[in-house]
């Protein structure tokens, strides 16, 4: 049992290590781009907050991990609470950008005659600055429901100090805050689904109107709508990942080794973002380049150190 929690404990190392530097490196490309440029654009916008939050929800996760098995019955409400709640925003802003930045792709992308869409699709940006701000009311139902079930959970242990209730009341706050994390995850990953529905139905539609039209624009815009599926897949499934270790970590509690499958189920969830990033950075033509640079000069380097000159 010791290899497998030293194994899942390397995992989880090189996870982290290389989820914030993926992470700060999409968020140093653009910045130094908008330094460059004096502007920077909506998606390089979204790409360096969506980087910022995963770099949070990350170290987030770790904070969390000490507390849990470092300072287990040691832990303050009010750091409990400050934890709980750094994990809860980065968490909210993770999967809403992320979802964002598929919705500004469709409205990029697709195709479709309805007044509405159009209306939508000519202003995009509006759109998905009013879908972040609206997101900030599911955030602040959150942090209330989090809120609310501290309280009552505090409430409980001070009334009866027994370690046994204590213990047995604990593993009810834990569940239920997993509950409560699960269902406000499940908001985003309705909103994408739907996306990615409408997508393929853009694709299908715009293959049935250009069956008669130039092989050269139809297979230009079939492109756009294959990587932009591709990437929506790539993320669907990173997500669904996510989704699914929040689900068994409720099912893990009754059993005596919960913690190395506990610690199993957070290393398969902050595979979402770190492997979300990857397909960012792989789907982006500037990230692309700059990653390819950055890796072909540390090649150069390694080799200079590991054959120097007589």
């Given at each position: ?92 802003f993770n999967l809403w950008l ?101 997508l393929i139905l853009s694709l ?107």
């Amino acid at each position: 049992m010791g290899i497998g929690i030293l194994s899942i404990f390397v995992v989880f190392s090189l996870e982290f290590v290389i989820g914030n530097v993926v992470d700060g490196f999409i968020a140093l490309v653009n910045c130094v781009d908008l330094v460059k440029r004096r502007k920077i654009s909506k998606v390089d916008q979204m790409l360096i907050a969506l980087a910022i939050s995963r770099i949070c929800l990350l170290w987030s996760v770790v904070v969390n991990i000490l507390f849990s098995f470092a300072y287990a019955g040691r832990l303050s409400i009010q750091l409990l609470r400050i934890s709980n709640m750094f994990w809860v925003v980065a968490n909210h802003f993770n999967l809403w950008l992320s979802t964002n930045l598929g919705l500004f792709y469709f409205l990029k992308i697709a195709h479709f005659s309805s007044s509405i869409f159009l209306y939508l699709k000519w202003r995009v940006r509006k759109v998905v600055s009013m879908t972040l701000l609206m997101s900030l009311v599911p955030l602040c139902s959150h942090v209330f429901a989090i809120n609310t079930l501290l309280s009552v959970w505090t409430g409980a242990c001070t009334r009866n100090m027994s370690y046994f209730y204590c213990a047995m009341n604990s593993t009810w706050f834990s569940r239920h805050l997993l509950l409560i994390n699960s269902v406000f995850g499940l908001m985003p990953l309705a909103f994408s689904l739907a996306v990615f529905f409408l997508l393929i139905l853009s694709l299908w539609k715009h293959q049935m109107q250009m069956q008669r039209a130039v092989w050269r624009a139809r297979d230009a815009s079939t492109t756009a709508h294959v990587k932009a599926l591709q990437t929506g897949v790539a993320f669907l499934l990173l997500y669904i990942a996510f989704m699914l270790s929040l689900v068994m970590q409720l099912w893990f509690f009754d059993f005596v080794d919960k913690h190395l499958l506990v610690f199993l189920c957070l290393v398969t969830g902050i595979t979402f973002p770190l492997g979300h990033s990857v397909v960012l950075v792989l789907g982006n033509s500037k990230l692309r380049r700059a990653s390819g640079i950055m890796l072909w000069v540390l090649g150069r380097r390694c080799r200079g150190v590991e054959s120097p000159r007589p």
